[in-house]
């Protein structure tokens, strides 16, 4: 069945860079876009944007372009969500979703990135 | 940006209630629209695709109807298990989400 396993909990200060990974399992990575989705403490959904994992090409939601970066490694079918110059309103819950139609059937567990000095 | 008004935003009901949410579109949408239920602490379960239909394995108390702009989430009979937050998202442009429903049992 379709696993999209995320990496661990990240404690990050101001200023630093974190990379979050989510490795696809049970279906062919690149047959299916992924997306990101951010959920703040307390707060709701918040689509980051998506990558083409066949061409590599990613587009971005308003509100996060320039710090964010998403990228692939299809030899081990993982996506990577990367976030530099870190800010406290980064803190959050980061999700990966596959994509299948518009529609996300398949979510990762999540990775909470806590920025904190 | 297509924005998604969700409401209401904070709902409680009883067990066996029909609970109703809507989500309106800032522009038509078509049938471009999903719904999903989020428990504390888990990732979202997508319910329904494309304005109505049902997800596999997702129970039939689960509905959803509409277009355009103007779309309806039901669960026929309230279980005590379906305690959680229901969002909207639109894909018919750059997706974005609704704010969200927190449902309660009263």
């Known amino acids: 069945q379709v696993q999209l396993v995320q990496s661990g909990s990240e404690l990050k200060k101001p200023g630093a860079s974190v990379k979050v990974s989510c490795k696809a399992s049970g279906y062919t990575f690149t047959s299916y876009a992924m997306n990101w989705v951010r959920q703040a403490p307390g707060q709701g959904l918040e689509w980051m944007g998506w990558i083409n994992t066949n061409t590599g090409n990613p587009t971005y939601a308003q509100g996060f372009t320039g710090r964010f970066v998403f990228s692939l490694d299809t030899s081990v079918s993982t996506a990577y969500l990367q976030i530099s110059s870190l800010k406290a309103e980064d803190t959050a819950v980061y999700y990966c979703?596959?994509?299948?139609?518009?529609?996300?059937?398949?979510w990762g567990q999540g990775t909470l990135v806590t920025v904190s000095s | 940006d297509i924005q998604m008004t969700q409401s209401p935003s904070s709902l409680s009901a009883s067990v066996g209630d029909r609970v109703t949410i809507t989500c309106q579109a800032s522009q038509d949408i078509s049938n471009y629209l999903n719904w999903y239920q989020q428990k504390p602490g888990k990732a979202p379960k997508l319910l329904i695709y494309d304005a109505s239909n049902l997800e596999t394995g997702v129970p039939s108390r689960f509905s959803g109807s509409g277009s355009g702009t103007d779309f309806t989430f039901t669960i026929s009979s309230l279980q005590p298990e379906d305690i959680a937050t229901y969002y909207c998202?639109?894909?018919?442009?750059?997706?974005?989400f609704g704010q969200g429903t927190r449902l309660e049992i009263k």
């Open positions: 979703a596959r994509d299948h139609g518009g529609s996300y059937p398949s």
């Open positions: 998202q639109q894909y018919d442009n750059l997706p974005t």
